[in-house]
């Protein structure tokens, strides 16, 4: 039953996603550098022109940052393809991202604080978003022998979505898919002292309203929540490129105490917003991540295909 669920799809899809699936293979062929190179360029200058992308990006960095010249929302827009490319092709490479984050150093009082609950048995639950790459930290931490566990958001199309999510279980678990039973279960897995890791800046219209880079941003806090109800240490933790865009620094932030959920959630808000403050071309700003309706009349109005080129 689950197989035939998973082969539901338009011919399109599925045309895709052996496309996506033929050049991943050949990309994987490669030494590192190259293959990183190769997966950047490939997303910046045809994926995401493309798909509109790129489009969408500047529509947010217009509504963010309004006053900002559009050459340097050009570039910030095209260095944020430029690291999705190479955060794709390293996330199916998990194992390797692995090895290559083992002798990394991980940054931060946040760091102490996990080894210490986990001598206890206190669970503890990692918050990051979409930045950098966020699966970086967590091979970090299962490279020196920690068991972090997490959700994931399926994809739109079922047939790239089944290797996605098994990709997704390769480096640690246990690996729940986004939703109320994927939530109910990493609540569970963090209640029994476990580690899990969830990506909080992704728009929901049932969420708490925060800003989010001077812009309401609806938000769920789950996170928190989970961390209030089972007693786990709160740390944010990034996954920072460096110049290089092979290596990174991996930052484990101070812990956020627990006091209520929105509280928490605005904290956690602040640590990502300095991130991006930092590294503006490292955050997807190819997410709908504030009002979607509004981003899609500002693509419309004003951001023609041809003004981005």
Not at 222 to 251: C, E, H, N, Q, Y
Request: charged share 25%.
């Amino acid at each position: 039953m689950a197989e035939t669920q998973k082969l539901q799809g338009s011919k399109v899809q599925k045309v895709n996603d052996l496309l996506l699936r033929a050049f991943i293979s050949v990309a994987l062929t490669l030494p590192l550098g190259m293959r990183l190179w190769l997966m950047g360029m490939f997303l910046r200058r045809v994926v995401s022109p493309l798909a509109g992308y790129r489009s969408r990006a500047i529509a947010n960095l217009d509504y963010i940052y309004p006053d900002l010249e559009i050459s340097k929302k050009r570039q910030i827009a095209d260095g944020v393809a430029d690291n999705a490319g190479r955060t794709i092709i390293e996330n199916y490479d998990v194992l390797g991202l692995k090895e290559r984050m083992r002798d990394t150093e991980l940054q931060g009082n946040g760091f102490e604080a996990v080894k210490k609950a986990h001598g206890s048995g206190q669970p503890v639950m990692f918050v990051t978003g979409h930045f950098g790459n966020f699966e970086a930290p967590r091979a970090a931490l299962v490279a020196k022998g920690f068991k972090v566990g997490g959700l994931y958001r399926p994809m739109s199309n079922p047939f790239f979505n089944a290797h996605y999510a098994k990709n997704m279980h390769s480096l640690s678990g246990p690996v729940f898919e986004q939703g109320r039973r994927g939530t109910m279960g990493l609540f569970r897995h963090i209640k029994k002292g476990g580690m899990g890791v969830l990506l909080f800046d992704i728009y929901d219209s049932s969420g708490a309203v925060i800003d989010f880079l001077g812009q309401p941003a609806p938000t769920m806090t789950s996170a928190a929540d989970i961390a209030l109800k089972t007693g786990a240490l709160l740390v944010p933790f990034f996954g920072v490129r460096k110049m290089d865009g092979r290596s990174f620094d991996i930052i484990l932030e101070d812990p956020i105490p627990h006091s209520d959920g929105l509280t928490m959630t605005k904290d956690m808000t602040k640590r990502l917003e300095v991130q991006v403050a930092t590294n503006p071309d490292q955050w997807f700003w190819i997410h709908r991540r504030w009002k979607p309706s509004r981003q899609r009349a500002m693509a419309e109005a004003k951001i023609a295909p041809s003004e981005h080129l």
